[in-house]
């Protein structure tokens, strides 16, 4: 049974691995089609932003109950991995809870503090199937979510159900077989585990070896259905659960509600007004081309950017704190970053057909409405709520930027006031002259 395991397992584990490193580096190469941007500086914040917002969930803390719920997700996603490196290290090696031999009673410490998590793991999920699916809440059934993502976070939320309820039902059953010594499972004696000594009852009256059928099932399912998560993962929101900590690590440092200016723009009218700063000419009478303004694509975002539509969690705090959202506007911050995924995503499938990227008529602007970049205030509310630092801001802004000054397209509001600061240097239709005149009245 073991040499079978060996035979069968080891070939799975290598197909898994391949997979999720060719579909990670596919990503990779997706996020770093954006502009080059510096975030090098002042590692000592960006380790502590690390810290807090990643693996402290900082944010997330603002609601205690629903942040405790999804701490106790995210530990057990994290920590109970580790039990699975033992059955990976079974799986090549042919042996059976290995670990046990030398690590004696820290070892069954460590399956008790594991089932422990799993069950919490199983009640949140339960709690926040029935948050979507039942109660409702306002920012879940948006829809922004229609189709495929409202599904996504369905499908992974019962898949957390499912391999908690194996995990557990593996370790009544071994136990089981263990007190009545059968086979090799008399080799390692645990005792009873926290939790799965629960389910016993149910188990009492099976034969031994319909015990190791079960067992060997659950232990099959559970590995293969964690090799299946992990290839899910970069296909789904949930790949936040890696990007969250570089994301977190390169977050902005600079205040949220500042906006970065155009050195091409600040350099055109500091030349205007002070002409002898201007570089002189060259010899030659050619002229570098102007830069693109603001962004038309997914190649005009920065890297940062991209990164972010990557990590997005689609959790809809950004939307539900949205004052356009609120009043009815059909911005979204979540879709913004959903959308533009969206696009790299198709950018980058045409890369793997191409070769390199060929011009398929497409930008941006088809995936995110004009609509939806005017109704945007600029006041950082989404920037504020968002748990792993992503600024759906910074994309509107650079795509307005790009509808103004490259295809002047902007509401005859915005025009006027554009033409009174280049005439007037203000706001008004009031000549610079004329401004204190009310001064003189009466």
Same mark, same amino acid.
């Given at each position: 049974?073991? @040499?079978?395991?060996?035979?069968?397992?080891?070939?799975?584990?290598?197909?898994?691995?391949?997979?999720?490193?060719?579909?990670?580096?596919?990503?990779?190469?997706?996020?770093?089609?954006?502009?080059?941007?510096?975030?090098?500086?002042?590692?000592?914040?960006?380790?502590?932003?690390?810290?807090? @917002?990643?693996?402290?969930?900082?944010?997330?803390?603002?609601?205690? @109950?629903?942040?405790?719920?999804?701490?106790?997700?995210?530990?057990?996603? $994290?920590?109970?991995?580790?039990?699975?490196?033992?059955?990976?290290?079974?799986?090549?090696?042919?042996?059976?809870?290995?670990?046990?031999?030398?690590?004696?009673?820290?070892?069954?410490?460590?399956?008790?503090?594991?089932?422990?998590?799993?069950?919490?793991?199983?009640?949140?999920?339960? $709690?926040?199937?029935?948050?979507?699916?039942?109660?409702?809440?306002?920012?879940?059934?948006?829809?922004?979510?229609?189709?495929?993502?409202?599904?996504?976070?369905?499908?992974?939320?019962?898949?957390?159900?499912?391999?908690?309820?194996?995990?557990?039902?593996?370790?009544?059953?071994?136990?089981?077989?263990?007190?009545?010594?059968?086979?090799?499972?008399?080799?390692?004696?645990?005792?009873?585990?926290?939790?799965?000594?629960?389910?016993?009852?149910?188990?009492?009256?099976?034969?031994?070896?319909?015990? +190791?059928?079960? &067992?060997?099932?659950?232990?099959?399912?559970?590995?293969?259905?964690?090799?299946?998560?992990?290839?899910?993962?970069?296909?789904?929101?949930?790949?936040?659960?890696?990007?969250?900590?570089?994301?977190?690590?390169?977050?902005?440092?600079?205040?949220?509600?500042?906006?970065?200016?155009?050195?091409?723009?600040?350099?055109?009218?500091?030349?205007?007004?002070?002409?002898?700063?201007?570089?002189?000419?060259?010899?030659?009478?050619?002229?570098?081309?102007?830069?693109?303004?603001?962004?038309?694509?997914?190649?005009?975002?920065?890297?940062?950017?991209?990164? %972010?539509?990557?990590?997005?969690?689609?959790?809809?705090?950004?939307?539900?704190?949205?004052?356009?959202?609120?009043?009815?506007?059909?911005?979204?911050?979540?879709?913004?970053?959903?959308?533009?995924?969206?696009?790299?995503? &198709?950018?980058?499938?045409?890369? %793997?057909?191409?070769?390199?990227?060929?011009?398929?008529?497409?930008?941006?602007?088809?995936?995110?409405?004009?609509?939806?970049?005017?109704?945007?205030?600029?006041?950082?509310?989404?920037?504020?709520?968002?748990?792993?630092?992503?600024?759906?801001?910074?994309?509107? +802004?650079?795509?307005?930027?790009?509808?103004?000054?490259? %295809?002047?397209?902007?509401?005859?509001?915005?025009?006027?006031?554009?033409?009174?600061?280049?005439?007037?240097?203000?706001?008004?239709?009031?000549?610079?002259? %004329?401004?204190?005149?009310?001064?003189?009245?009466?």
């Amino acid at each position: 049974m073991l @040499l079978f395991q060996q035979i069968v397992f080891i070939p799975v584990l290598v197909l898994a691995i391949y997979l999720f490193v060719r579909k990670i580096r596919r990503v990779r190469r997706n996020i770093l089609l954006g502009k080059d941007e510096d975030y090098s500086g002042d590692s000592g914040r960006r380790w502590k932003n690390l810290l807090l @917002l990643a693996f402290g969930q900082k944010k997330m803390f603002r609601n205690p @109950l629903v942040a405790v719920m999804h701490f106790v997700i995210y530990a057990g996603f $994290i920590i109970i991995n580790i039990e699975v490196l033992e059955i990976m290290v079974d799986g090549i090696l042919g042996t059976h809870r290995l670990f046990s031999g030398f690590l004696g009673p820290v070892y069954i410490g460590l399956i008790d503090g594991f089932e422990v998590l799993a069950v919490g793991v199983f009640l949140a999920c339960v $709690i926040f199937l029935s948050r979507r699916n039942i109660v409702k809440l306002r920012r879940f059934i948006s829809h922004d979510l229609d189709g495929w993502p409202r599904s996504d976070a369905n499908y992974i939320l019962l898949t957390e159900i499912v391999l908690m309820t194996l995990f557990l039902t593996m370790n009544a059953a071994d136990t089981l077989l263990q007190s009545r010594g059968y086979g090799h499972y008399g080799l390692h004696l645990t005792g009873d585990f926290l939790f799965s000594h629960w389910l016993h009852p149910l188990l009492n009256g099976w034969s031994s070896a319909a015990l +190791v059928v079960l &067992e060997r099932v659950c232990w099959w399912l559970h590995i293969l259905g964690i090799l299946a998560f992990l290839n899910y993962l970069p296909y789904s929101k949930h790949l936040h659960i890696l990007l969250a900590f570089p994301n977190a690590y390169y977050a902005r440092l600079q205040p949220e509600g500042k906006l970065r200016n155009m050195p091409a723009v600040q350099n055109e009218v500091l030349y205007a007004m002070q002409p002898e700063t201007a570089p002189p000419a060259p010899a030659d009478g050619s002229a570098a081309p102007p830069p693109r303004f603001g962004a038309k694509d997914v190649f005009d975002l920065s890297w940062r950017n991209l990164l %972010d539509a990557y990590s997005c969690t689609e959790c809809g705090r950004c939307s539900a704190a949205c004052p356009a959202n609120l009043t009815g506007k059909v911005l979204s911050p979540r879709k913004i970053m959903m959308s533009t995924r969206d696009r790299l995503e &198709e950018v980058g499938r045409n890369i %793997d057909a191409n070769g390199k990227f060929t011009d398929d008529g497409k930008t941006l602007l088809d995936y995110i409405s004009v609509e939806e970049l005017r109704a945007c205030t600029s006041c950082n509310a989404c920037v504020e709520e968002c748990p792993v630092s992503i600024s759906p801001l910074e994309i509107i +802004v650079e795509m307005r930027r790009a509808l103004i000054m490259e %295809d002047s397209n902007a509401p005859q509001e915005w025009n006027a006031l554009f033409s009174n600061i280049e005439n007037n240097f203000a706001p008004w239709k009031f000549s610079p002259d %004329d401004r204190d005149g009310w001064t003189a009245e009466g």
